[in-house]
């Protein structure tokens, strides 16, 4: 039970019990919200903007909760720090959504022994005992990879592949599964070659850099696999100013579907954009409420996915987003 909801029914039972309240904790300490803390990879993408703001529209205290944001500008340690505080403060709840998969072994520990359950939001950890968080709600960046690849062997069927390869935080899950299900592709087709491969940081300013530096060095290709859309921005601004017509000398398979990026795939320099759904707020709600309610939610849960083609898409598909 909340311990703020503790405090107030010790209070009730001392004073049926004869005692002064004011030998209890202060009944005005009575929090009648859930407080969650959030720890936030950070806002390196229109993804991550979305995801965000779907979190804080939910965990509101017309909803009955206490929100306590942490953005942690992609750093492990700013995140490690956050946790730490949220346990002082005391929290219900703890939602981590991690920016790498490694290295939460002690502070989700001293969660534990806190007693504060830990959700964890869109990227997956890798902890020795997975007890150390209660569940887990996100996307299978594996099987996104494996869209993507899927893809690029029904447009170029046999024929030679040249990739440049834009990957996301080294060692998250979504730059992990994704570049997983390159690495499947590639080792399947012998026709496929890996150009070259960097990291882009999942940011716009970085996407482009990385082009521009393969640019420099690799004129032989004919796909980016760029992980995620805000990459995919900068990959486009660089080869067009290097005289490319991205989407068209240049396939780009791109991940995320924010709506920027699926209005560059209606307008063709994306070729195919893998959706990636940030929408996960109304999702932990729900799984808090089934643990308020003393329920086990599940373990893992898996949002369902689709990818958005140039040649199918519409403008209603875009419409019909919430981000
Ligand atoms: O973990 C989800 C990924 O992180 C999204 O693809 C990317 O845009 C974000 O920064």
Sequence with gaps: ????RCILLAALLLAFAGCRVGDAPAADSYDP????????VGAESDWRRANTQSMQEVFTEANGYRLIFDDAQQKQEKQITAIRNFIQQGV????LAPTTETG???VLGEAKDAGIPVIIVDRMIEVADESLFTCWVGSDFRKEGDIAVAWLEKQFSGRAVNILHLQGNLGSSAQLGRTAGLDAGLLKHEEWTLVAR???EFTQAKGQEVMEGFLQFYPEFNVVYS???NMSYGAIDALEAAGYTPGSDVKIISFDAARAGLELTLDGSINLDVECNPLHGPRVQALIEQLEAGQTPPKFTYVEETAFDARTITQEMIDARGY
């Design 1 to 4: 039970m909340k311990k703020a």
């Design 227 to 229: 992980e995620n859309d």
């Design 92 to 95: 219900d709840y703890i939602l």
């Design 198 to 200: 960097e990291s882009g």
């Design 104 to 106: 939460w072994d002690t």
């Design 33 to 40: 919200l859930i407080v969650v803390g959030f720890s936030q």
